[in-house]
């Protein structure tokens, strides 16, 4: 299970490397995301790059969320032994995250589709629901990144209980969850926000080769 949680991890970091390559450059320009943004202009892009932005939203939410289903599994497992209250935590939590970000990305994908036929005759209509789509898909995958502090905190005790992940990656993860708590207050939205995703970003490879090098174990 060491094994499967490393890859799990590794592909989990990936997945967030391509969403932000993808944000800053093909989507710095259009504004997509901001709460300043023109309805309009984003829905106009999406439908030119209709294609690119269907993997893109395939990518960051549903293989991220299946991946991180796995990952759950494993660290659930590998630390069940020595951290027996946690690790059922550690695996329904992170089960609990991965529904709600692979649900993110069903709803993203298949409103993108609705979006991007409405606008060559309802441009209004399409604004309108692709507001609506943007809404439901970021409650759900991330504006408030609830799901995946809770989560990260609990790895990080499970870690440092189990012994699995020794030296200072549980506390970067502790950190990393406090962040993700402190998207709920308004005035830390952004910023915790962007500490939280690139902090997941290094979380996700740290954890990845600290499991590669971590003895097998949870078959």
């Not at 209004?124 to 809404?135: K, N, P, S």
């Not at 740290?206 to 090098?213: E, G, N, Q, T, V």
Request: contains cysteine.
């Amino acid at each position: 299970m060491t094994r499967l949680g490393a890859l799990a991890a590794l592909l989990c970091g990936s997945t967030y490397v391509f969403g932000f390559a993808i944000m800053a450059t093909v989507l710095g320009g259009t504004g997509y995301g901001a709460s300043a943004a023109d309805p309009g202009v984003i829905v106009g892009f999406l439908a030119t790059h209709h294609g690119l932005m269907s993997v893109w939203t395939l990518t960051i939410y549903v293989v991220n969320g299946l991946a991180l289903a796995a990952l759950a599994i494993a660290l659930g497992a590998v630390m069940q032994t020595d951290a027996p209250t946690l690790a059922p935590l550690v695996r329904g939590f992170g089960l609990l995250w991965a529904t709600l970000v692979v649900a993110a990305g069903l709803v993203g994908n298949v409103g993108l589709t609705e979006v991007v036929r409405l606008q060559s005759i309802a441009p209004e209509e399409a604004a309108r629901l692709w507001q609506l789509v943007h809404i439901v898909e970021t409650g759900l995958g991330g504006g408030n990144e609830i799901a995946g502090g809770v989560w990260a905190l609990l790895v990080a005790g499970a870690a440092r209980a189990s012994g699995l992940l020794p030296g200072p990656l549980p506390w970067f993860g502790g950190l990393v969850g406090v962040s993700g708590l402190l998207t709920l207050l308004p005035v830390f939205t952004d910023g915790a926000g962007v500490v939280f995703g690139l902090g997941y970003v290094v979380w996700f490879f740290w954890l990845a080769a600290a499991l590669s090098r971590a003895p097998a174990k949870g078959y």
